[in-house]
């Protein structure tokens, strides 16, 4: 039941130097938008930041002069909170204008709270939590029926794997062979109302994907010389891959960390320049 041949993608080849200036500026947008007038999801946008600064520099097919290029990979954010950092990476890419990331949230914008197909390079309106699998799905069955060897990545929130649709998604695609088909868990350890080990036990997660039919790897979510290599390598033929990404909430502003009061801040001037110190202090 493969979908093509395992191959490793012929995703852009950019050194880890470049690769943590994009994440440094990424963070930075992130929390420039949670300056501004609505504020964001900071904690879960700055924990995911490495892992799409990796797909985005480093593995995924893609061409920000053409976004809708046939060839292209796909990329779902199924934690649609963490907008800012998809947006700002998409910023970063070439496909949006960095200017237009002042114009987060604002309804004459296109840069909603959750993203929306409006913004180029983005392939779905995300954030109603528990879809974004089912949604990569359904692109990694197309794409097979097409005979297209692009591949198919979505990225989850760990509070959300407590969706049954989640394991309703990962059952099918396991049961369809979807090898082209990569998920990568944002594992932070915490959601809106705390620890998710507190509110659902997620643990054993890997073993729960197994079970699933999946394989399942570990990396450091922080880590370019794992994210990559992990991301660029081959599926196991007839199975669908995830990656459960062990990641910091807050990640790169000391204060921030491992908080659940960082999951949405609309941060003033004086917060604002403290986190955006802190963030360069650790760069």
Known sequence: MSTRTAEAPAGPDVGRDELERRALAVREHILRIGAGAVGTHVGGSLSAADILVALYFGVLRVRPEDPRWAERDRFV??????????????????????????????????LMAHPTPAVPGVEFATGSLGHGLSLATGL????????????????????????????????????????????????????????????????????KWRAFGWQAVGVDGHDFGQLLPALRAAPEPGRPT??????????????????????????????????????????
């Open 77 to 110: 954010l199924s934690k649609g909170h963490a907008s800012a950092a998809l947006y700002a990476t998409l910023a970063e890419r070439g496909f949006i204008d960095r200017a237009e990331l002042a114009g987060y949230g604002s309804p004459d914008g296109r």
């Open 140 to 207: 990694a069955v197309a794409a097979r029926r097409a005979g297209q060897p692009h591949r198919v990545f979505v990225l989850l929130g760990d509070g959300e794997l407590q969706e049954g649709s989640v394991w309703e998604a990962a059952m099918s695609a396991a049961h369809l062979g979807l090898d082209n088909l990569t998920a990568v868990v944002d594992r932070n350890r915490l959601q809106i109302s705390g620890s998710t080990e507190d509110r659902m036990r997620l643990e054993p997660l890997a073993d």
């Open 242 to 283: 995830v990656l459960i990404a062990d990641t910091v909430k807050g990640r790169g502003v000391r204060h921030l960390e491992n908080r659940k009061q960082s999951h949405f801040a609309k941060l003033g001037a004086a917060a604002y320049e403290r986190a955006l110190t802190a963030l360069r202090a650790t760069a």
